[in-house]
């Protein structure tokens, strides 16, 4: 689950106004209160400007990386929210240059990934303890790959900005075919053993028949009634959606009877580990196992 940006480039760096220095301080004569009139009205202009602020810093809440997503900031926590970390049980070699979108587990030390870049996109089978890549399917160069994941002895995989998905054998994946979706866009898949969840970055989850693709439901992710925007990769885990959001280094754990947030896993310190550990790629060099309740792999 990817917890890093990729897709769009964040908003222009905003400076911030800086207070003039002088080593001079200049002392006024007292002036006298303003009227109460007066004085109303300046404190309703400095709460509007305060609500403004508030709107624009929630706007860009999604684009740092360090902060958790708007729905978690706007409101306090529910009586009943759980609030989850990690436990880091074991560190994988992983090629630094794959752009990875699409990770899972395929049994006996193996991993099945999809990568994404234009003119870079492949579907892997690759070694776990090593990070040695077994076997390489390239696509063509103007396909996207993103989420990919496995039903029976299929591999699914859609792309980014198209309706397009494959279909792999796992054990040979030169016999393929393609598929179109219903979403909006392409971002992650799971599955559950019958149905594929899907997510096109927006708040929606959809769940797909995996033989014609056709849309059997769709509900809105929402955490306290806010929606969560900015739905990517997908996990199905003991009747739960896990979706990391986006520009967060957060997972959502969600019902996919209803869509609402069940709890949040926080995974802010691996991304500060990496930091400090000195190495300044964020995404694509390590193969991270994670316990929270049970084993998974997130790619950062």
Not at 70 to 87: G, I, Q
Not at 172 to 186: A, C, E, V
Request: hydrophobic letters at 40%; proline letters at 7%.
């Amino acid at each position: 689950m990817p917890s890093a940006s990729r897709r769009r480039p964040p908003p222009p760096h905003r400076r911030r106004a800086m207070l003039p220095t002088s080593s001079t301080l200049s002392v006024s004569a007292p002036t006298p209160p303003k009227p109460l009139y007066l004085r109303r009205s300046l404190i309703a202009a400095a709460a509007a400007a305060l609500a403004v602020l508030l709107l624009l810093a929630a706007a860009y809440a999604p684009w740092r990386s360090d902060l958790p997503p708007p729905a978690l900031l706007s409101r306090p926590a529910a009586p009943t929210a759980r609030f989850y970390s990690f436990d880091l049980v074991r560190e994988y070699p992983h090629d630094p240059d794959a752009f990875t979108q699409g990770l899972l587990y395929g049994g006996n030390d193996t991993l099945f990934e999809s990568t994404g870049l234009y003119h870079r996109s492949s579907v892997r089978k690759v070694e776990l303890p090593t990070g040695k890549v077994l076997v390489h399917h390239e696509m063509d160069g103007y396909m996207f790959g993103e989420g990919l994941t496995l039903l029976g002895d299929r591999l699914f995989q859609v792309t980014w900005l198209k309706n397009d998905g494959f279909i792999y054998d796992r054990h040979n994946f030169t016999k393929r075919k393609s598929f179109t979706h219903k979403m909006r866009d392409g971002w992650g898949l799971a599955t559950d053993g019958k149905v594929l969840f899907g997510s096109d970055g927006t708040s929606k989850l959809y769940q797909m028949d995996p033989k014609s693709f056709e849309v059997m439901k769709m509900v809105t992710v929402k955490y306290q009634d806010n929606e969560v925007p900015f739905i990517n990769e997908l996990e199905y885990i003991d009747g739960e959606v896990w979706a990391n959001v986006w520009q967060t280094d957060c997972i959502a754990r969600v019902s996919p009877e209803d869509g609402q947030v069940l709890s949040w896993i926080f995974l802010h310190e691996l991304r500060r580990n990496l930091w400090n550990s000195g190495n300044t790629v964020c995404q694509g060099n390590r193969i991270e196992q994670v316990r929270s309740c049970i084993s998974i792999y997130i790619y950062i």
